[in-house]
């Protein structure tokens, strides 16, 4: 497979497509890339820059001296995640690494959540900085479309979103419970694959460094919640953010096992 860059609709300009000088950068001079040879643009949405081919998001493009020729579509993977993981901001550079590897883990959406324990308030800069890390990683680890970054929110307006409210079809879980009090995640995403009413999305809450508040966990439950473990040890805001991501993305990819 050709590298792959992640490009958006307003750089099409009917099958040719405009490349930005970063992207010229990085095709021309460290991937040494020449006029001639193929990459692979991926848009977000599905776009048709061919009359004679439908909608897609992925396209063969020969480079140009100036920009690319699109060539033809290209069959996509089919490596999201059902699954909106609904974490708390966590301080420093950790939640950048969340982003990162959700995004490689391929999670369908990521909930960023103000907890009564979270001191980050991310400004518009940090939000901008975040959605360039989930393009990067995306463009990595060969993933489309995106996962989707919600606003940050606090964690009770999480709880009366409309798709997580009145959804008879999500199986709503909060990484709450010690362990032995109750399931472990793995069991209960498993469950809801050999249920013959299965849910179509998961959505699964992580708490902030310090843990959820006792409040906090009686909201959850009063809302729809299941209290679920991630294990034995006590684990890092961001290691229980992965660990969640994995395990879903493990449960959903051997279903068919």
């Known amino acids: 497979m050709p590298q792959r860059i992640l490009v958006t609709p307003d750089q099409l300009q009917g099958d040719r497509l405009a490349l930005s000088p970063d992207q010229s950068h990085y095709l021309t001079r460290v991937l040494r890339l020449a006029a001639g040879d193929s990459f692979v643009a991926i848009f977000e949405n599905p776009v048709q820059p061919l009359d004679k081919l439908g909608p897609g998001r992925w396209w063969l493009v020969q480079l140009l001296d100036q920009g690319g020729q699109i060539l033809g579509q290209l069959e996509e993977p089919n490596n999201t995640v059902p699954v909106t993981v609904l974490v708390a901001i966590t301080k420093g550079g950790g939640f950048d690494e969340v982003l990162r590897q959700l995004t490689e883990l391929g999670v369908e959406a990521i909930a960023p959540l103000q907890t009564e324990r979270t001191v980050v308030v991310p400004g518009s800069n940090k939000i901008k900085r ?54 472990p995640l793995l069991t209960a995403l498993q469950a809801t694959l050999d249920d013959q009413a299965n849910p179509t999305h998961w ?25 679920v473990s991630l294990g034995g040890r006590i684990l890092r805001a961001v290691t229980a953010a992965i660990t969640v991501g994995a395990i879903a993305a493990s449960v959903w990819e051997s279903r068919d096992n």
């Open 203 to 227: 959505a699964i809450a992580i708490g902030p460094e310090g843990g959820w508040t006792e409040g906090e966990k009686h909201q959850a439950i009063a809302a729809g919640f299941e209290a």
């Open 130 to 183: 975040w959605k360039r890390i989930i393009a990067e990683a995306a463009e990595q680890c060969e993933r489309s479309p995106l996962p989707r970054l919600l606003d940050p929110m606090p964690w009770s307006e999480a709880l009366t979103l409309p798709w997580i409210e009145g959804d008879e079809h999500i199986e709503k879980l909060i990484c709450a419970a010690r362990y032995g009090e109750g399931r």
